[in-house]
């Protein structure tokens, strides 16, 4: 008998299917002697070990609350953490109940659930470019034609989007924006209040939905924080979210810790009650033991682990500006990011960041992602993206130092 032939037997859609740049440069970590920039890696020193300890341990000790933790659950999510989610979004400028949150196996689950919920084969999905490679991946299963959102200028109109949806597939049309708007994956880079409003004006003309992709919102380092899209498409519908089109979706990932994978989407009731449909469909629920856990450990250190963060986070941002400004040759320019885990560096014309990588871990032993991996077509691959999060400051010197050297050898 032969052997199955398992190519002439999958669906189609996983021809778009593609492994994750970051995810096979996670592996390096494990060199000891390669100094990462790669992947979005927060730094272990602050994760609230003993508060997750201490309860894991109360809900386990309590027979009540201990078969609650291990059996299944609601798709919806531990109401007690959708209850500090209520309050947490209320912060935002956003008010909500229970009813308007779903927990998702971290915010990758809720952007995989989004795609397969509005994309038919041939629907249009607006992105930036860059953007995030996890949702281009997420997005892509479901087949979506891609064009690229300029939120700050350009003069493309509403029906220029829409038209151009419609030439490309018969029957197509535009069915949401996506975007990172604080802090963005890849660029570091955050939409001003204006773009942010425009952005809501051109969703309304389309009549589509913006997924807000908030994972980096609360590591803010200068300036005034800037309102959530959510919470201004809230205040536009005189405060009523079941009236709002936009989809925030919010981890613990950045903030607290990422191997517990517990996000959570908030919306109008609508697409939230298909969304727990599809849930349901996906994997029941996610974890209960880690939603209780996560929900005691958010009640009690989240906002002194956001104030860790931004001061272990800034001071790293900081030391890789001055690194960049010291070490880089002329041509090379990158982004100031005023928060978040990354920044975007531009090479000179010529440089291809795939083949930077490689020369890099081979002759300096550095590690970075190729910026073409974060464009869903057109790619502009004299570019690579930078983790500030995880090396420290003397690691930051000295790999900045490397690169800079390897980039100036490969100008010459």
């Known amino acids: 008998m032969s052997a199955l032939d398992w190519s002439a037997v ?15 440069l ?12 790669a992947g979005g890696i927060p730094d272990p020193s602050l994760f609230p070990v003993e508060a997750i300890r201490d309860a894991q341990d109360a809900i386990l000790a309590d027979p009540v609350t201990a078969a609650q933790a291990l059996q299944y659950s609601v798709s919806e999510g531990f109401i007690g953490l959708r209850r500090w989610i209520v309050g947490h979004m209320a912060a935002t400028g956003v008010p909500c109940d229970v009813d308007n949150i779903l927990i998702t196996c971290g915010s990758q689950q809720g952007l995989d659930f989004l795609g397969k919920l509005l994309l ?7 992105v930036e470019a860059p953007t995030y490679l996890g949702a281009l991946q997420a997005f892509n299963a479901y087949e979506p034609r891609w064009d690229t959102l300029n939120v700050d200028g350009g003069n493309r109109t509403p029906a220029a989007y829409a038209d151009a949806a419609a030439a490309a597939t018969p029957g197509g049309r535009v069915k949401f924006a996506y975007v990172v708007p ?30 807000e992709d908030a994972a980096y919102r609360q590591i803010a380092f200068d300036g005034e924080p800037l309102p959530a899209i959510l919470a201004l498409d809230c205040a536009a519908n005189g405060g009523d979210i079941d009236k709002t089109r936009t989809v925030y979706c919010g981890t613990f990932s950045k903030t607290l810790v ?44 989240f906002d002194a682990n956001v104030l860790r963060a931004r001061a272990l986070y800034r001071g790293r941002r900081d030391a890789l500006m001055a690194a960049l400004a010291a070490s880089m040759p002329a041509g090379v320019g990158w982004t100031k990011p005023k928060g978040g885990l990354f920044a975007w560096v531009t090479l000179p014309e010529g440089i291809d960041g795939a083949e930077l990588l490689a020369h890099a871990i081979a002759e300096e032993r550095v590690a970075f992602v190729p910026g073409g991996a ?26 900045i130092g490397r690169l800079g050297r390897l980039i100036g050898r490969r100008a010459a």
């Open 120 to 126: 038919s084969p041939g629907d249009t999905a607006l």
């Open 374 to 399: 974060f464009f869903a077509e057109d790619r502009m691959a004299n570019t690579i993206r930078l983790n500030f999060s995880l090396p420290n400051e003397s690691a930051i010197a000295e790999g």
């Open 258 to 301: 990422p191997a517990m994978r517990v996000g959570w989407i908030v919306a109008a009731r609508p697409i939230i009650e298909k969304l727990v449909l599809t849930k349901q469909a996906g994997d029941l629920h996610s974890s209960t033991l880690a939603q209780m856990t996560m929900a005691r450990v958010a009640e009690t250190t």
């Open 10 to 24: 999958f669906a189609t859609r996983t021809e778009r299917m593609r492994a994750s740049e970051i995810r096979e």
């Open 26 to 37: 996670l592996k390096l970590l494990d060199q000891p002697d390669i100094i990462s920039f």
């Open 182 to 211: 604080d802090f963005a994956n890849p660029t570091g880079l955050s939409l001003s209040v204006e773009s942010r409003k425009a952005l809501l004006a051109l969703a309304a003309e389309l009549e589509i939905p913006v997924i």
